[in-house]
């Protein structure tokens, strides 16, 4: 491993160190003291969600859903008498409430928006049980952070969405899964938008995104001398699934394959397909 390589994963490995964490949640709180907070849906009324927005925040988390069918990039499961791909169950539809309360949590520093998200989070999984026809204990993966992004926002929003107590049978395994690193002297990707590309090129653009972590290799090996927990992935957000995908392959390679995935809000877009048909040439699952 190369000198700039080696400084990538100090940098990236002390964002993510306890200290760093706490010093962040205690500035955001700090923050949340100073300044004036409005409600992030009406803008007019004092807190986080107003009284009279609460309820229409609540009505859009309410009723867990089937997601993948929308999710071009999803991996495929091939199952008699079809293949289809890998479940997954949203808490709610992206749009409406529930799209503007996550965005001000996720980017414009409204955390506290978070205590109105995570009961949608914990209803979700506590349905998956029902909505995906597996038992369990459950194990849930979060989809992990860049450094970039945790230095961005000064948090995990995957990681404070899941922060509360989980649904009995659950427990979180954190530290699975990391990204992996560029070098800091190559030239920098921009992000480009989804829009006009088809199913394959997002696959292949984002499917090598995460590695497996020393710890998962553990557990996975602890997992196949003991078993009886499934593994469920969760982000915040679905689109075309393709992060999914790319997480869904890391915990393969680690030697865990996930049982489904759950998320807070997914893109739904009725009728849309991929190119080649729906979660079309991602390989054998």
Known sequence: MGTSQRLANLLDSAVHTPAARGLASASRELTGLLLPSLCVLCGERDGAVCPGCAPHLAADLLQPFRAERDAAALPLRFTQPASAPVPVVAAA???????RALLAFKDHGRTSVVRFLRPAVYRALGSVPELLGIQGPFTVVPVPASAAGFRRRGLDPVEELLGGPL????????GWLAHRRRP?????????????TGSRQRRS????RFRPTRRLSAEAAEAARNGGRSVVVF?????????????WLALEHGGIRPAGAVVLAAVTAP??????????????Y
């Open 93 to 99: 539809r992206y749009g409406g409430e529930a799209s």
């Open 184 to 196: 800091l002297l190559t030239a920098p990707r921009h992000r480009t938008s989804h829009a006009g």
């Open 205 to 208: 653009g984002s499917r090598d």
């Open 271 to 284: 009728g849309s397909v991929g190119d080649g048909g729906l979660n079309s040439g991602w390989g054998t």
């Open 235 to 247: 982000d915040d957000v679905m689109t075309t699934g393709s992060t999914l995908a790319a997480t």
């Open 167 to 174: 649904p009995p049978g659950w427990t979180v395994a954190r």
